[in-house]
């Protein structure tokens, strides 16, 4: 089945800038989406078609793609972007949505 | 704004049928243009995608889920629904419900509703 890997953490400081990546063979055609899960909380979309930010969004939440790597930057992380992100797409023949294995921000 | 609420028991006995219920709010899922779909999260784990519905009843499920899973749609109560059979203890999850959007290929979820937990124990 597919698969979508992410790194199990990353850790910054206030102010730095967090990237997380997530990797999956169709990534290269199909489109990757960033969730964001506070803790006790519904996860909820940061980034949509690869680079669109929905409305209420902060602008430091931005998102790239280059071959089979979608890439989530949060320029100038704040305390309160710690949480679980998860990567989503779909695979190659359209039949399975599926969600990257999650990696937990740290921000101290 | 659309609101979503799932709706249902929160402990079900092993190998019986898990029953959840989504109700939406601020919106018609009967207007068309949206999917409405359903995620669990196993305790501690991350996101598993279960299926999603059409307000025409189109249905999409998970491969690995299909043979015990039946997503329903109630457009005059503006609901839709849940049903996993045969569930065991790999079955215990939170349960969300979501508005399901598309705009490009991939189907995305958003809104989301706050979840339920699922409980499978005797």
């Known amino acids: 089945s597919y698969e979508l890997t992410q790194p199990p953490s990353v850790s910054v400081s206030p102010g730095q800038t967090a990237r997380i990546t997530c990797s999956g063979d169709?990534?290269?055609?199909?489109?990757g989406y960033w969730y964001q899960q506070k803790s006790g909380q519904a996860p909820a979309v940061v980034i949509f078609?690869?680079?669109k930010r929905p409305s209420g969004i902060p602008e430091r939440f931005s998102g790239s793609s280059s071959g089979t790597m979608a890439t989530l930057t949060i320029s100038g992380a704040q305390v309160e972007d710690e949480a679980d992100y998860y990567c989503?797409?779909?695979?190659?023949?359209?039949?399975?949505?599926?969600f990257g294995g999650g990696t937990k921000l740290t921000v101290l | 704004q659309v609101q979503l609420q799932e709706s249902g028991p929160g402990l079900v006995n092993p190998s019986q049928t898990l029953s959840l219920t989504c109700t939406v709010s601020?919106?018609?899922?009967?207007?068309?243009?949206?999917?409405w779909g359903w995620i669990r999260q196993h305790p501690g784990k991350g996101l598993e995608w279960i299926g999603h519905?059409?307000?025409?009843?189109?249905?999409y499920y998970n491969p690995s889920l299909k043979s015990r899973v039946t997503i329903s749609i109630d457009t005059s109560k503006n609901q839709f629904s849940l049903k996993l059979t045969s569930v065991t203890a790999a079955d215990t999850a939170v349960y969300y419900c979501?508005?399901?959007?598309?705009?490009?290929?991939?189907?995305?979820?958003?809104?989301w509703g706050q979840g339920t937990l699922v409980t499978v124990s005797s």
């Open positions: 979501a508005r399901v959007r598309r705009t490009g290929i991939t189907p995305w979820f958003d809104p």
């Open positions: 601020g919106g018609s899922i009967g207007s068309g243009g949206y999917y």
């Open positions: 519905i059409y307000y025409s009843g189109n249905t």
């Open positions: 169709a990534l290269s055609k199909k489109y």
């Open positions: 078609d690869d680079i």
């Open positions: 989503y797409s779909i695979d190659s023949s359209g039949d399975h949505l599926v």
